[in-house]
């Protein structure tokens, strides 16, 4: 693989939902030796550290929504951080819950918009992230940013939209939990999605195959968002919202693997990790270990590891 200039961006956004943990992830994740296998695999690699949010009046604890205005605060930031890394190299966005993909997606399609490439969003995740404030059930945040980027409204106090991801631009992997409102605003729209079923009957291979020949059909930039509930809760425990009947290791290397032969990926969100739900490091690791796949660690040459 070509080397890239990666720049990592820790975003430890622990707005978007109501259990704590997520702020921990950045953290985790550079423990986890990210550099550090993205050096080695000749990657130069840049980490700005850890951003905040822009300056925000404090959330009250009245009303439907989960923190609304932090999120915002950090959604602003973020599309700021986001568009301005894509100028300079690959951007991997160190979560942070996946609130924080309101504000890396709306960056990356601004800097895509002005270089007059289409955007394209490959979503591996439990869930659709579909939501809007209104139609969300829980409140929380995290699972609106595929809503915003696409330009559903109902995001009041957010940064507007001015460059919505195409719904036809956005493909859903590893889909097994999405909520009535927005399984019907689902099927209203033209987004891709493969759900667990699909996954078992036709493989992960076909699918990912299919979108990433289109994606380079139309000489897009990719844009890959990647939530440890994706993954089985048997290997990824550090998780909020964790859902039975997830992508196996196999599973999830392969996809990395491909987004790595098809040369397309642009920029890539580690989301949802929290670190207190973690059993020794492992999901950290994992995590670590699937970006690698994506950067060029060939299936071959993982090196065995005697750990003490
Ligand atoms: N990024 C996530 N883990 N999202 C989970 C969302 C769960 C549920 N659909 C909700 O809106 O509350
Ligand atoms: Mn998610």
Not at 43 to 56: A, C, F, I
Not at 104 to 118: D, F, M, Q, T, Y
Request: proline share 6%.
């Amino acid at each position: 693989m070509t080397p890239n200039d990666c720049i990592l961006i820790g975003a430890p956004v622990d707005s978007g939902k109501r259990r704590a943990g997520c702020l921990m992830g950045p953290d985790a994740l550079r423990t986890a030796g990210l550099a550090e296998a993205l050096r080695e695999l000749g990657h130069r690699v840049e980490d700005l550290g850890n951003l905040s949010p822009e300056p925000y009046s404090p959330d009250t604890e009245e009303g439907r929504l989960f923190r609304p205005n932090e999120t915002a605060a950090w959604t602003a930031r973020l599309r700021d951080a986001a568009e301005a890394a894509m100028e300079r190299g690959l951007p991997i966005f160190l979560g942070g819950d996946h609130a924080l993909s309101l504000g890396s997606v709306a960056g990356v399609a601004r800097h895509a918009a002005r270089i007059r490439r289409p955007q394209f969003v490959l979503w591996l995740d439990a869930h659709s992230d579909f939501h809007t404030p209104q139609t969300s059930g829980s409140g929380n945040l995290h699972g609106t940013p595929l809503g915003y980027v696409t330009g559903r409204s109902g995001f009041d106090g957010f940064a507007e939209i001015t460059r919505p991801v195409p719904q036809e631009n956005i493909c859903l992997l590893g889909l097994r939990s999405v909520d009535e409102a927005e399984r019907a605003a689902l099927e209203e729209s033209r987004i891709r999605r493969h759900d667990m079923r699909e996954i078992d009957e036709r493989g992960v291979a076909r699918p990912l195959a299919e979108f990433l020949e289109h994606v380079a059909a139309q000489n897009g930039m990719l844009h890959v968002s990647l939530d440890v509930d994706f993954l089985d809760p048997a290997i990824a425990p550090a998780v909020g919202t964790t859902v039975p009947g997830g992508a196996t290791m196999r599973e999830g290397h392969l996809v990395m693997e491909m987004i790595c032969d098809s040369r397309l990926m642009t920029s890539l969100d580690l989301v949802e990790l929290n670190p207190f739900l973690d059993e020794r490091g492992r999901t950290a690791h994992l995590l670590v270990e699937l970006t690698a796949s994506a950067m060029g660690r060939r299936v071959f040459d993982r090196p065995t590891r005697a750990y003490a």
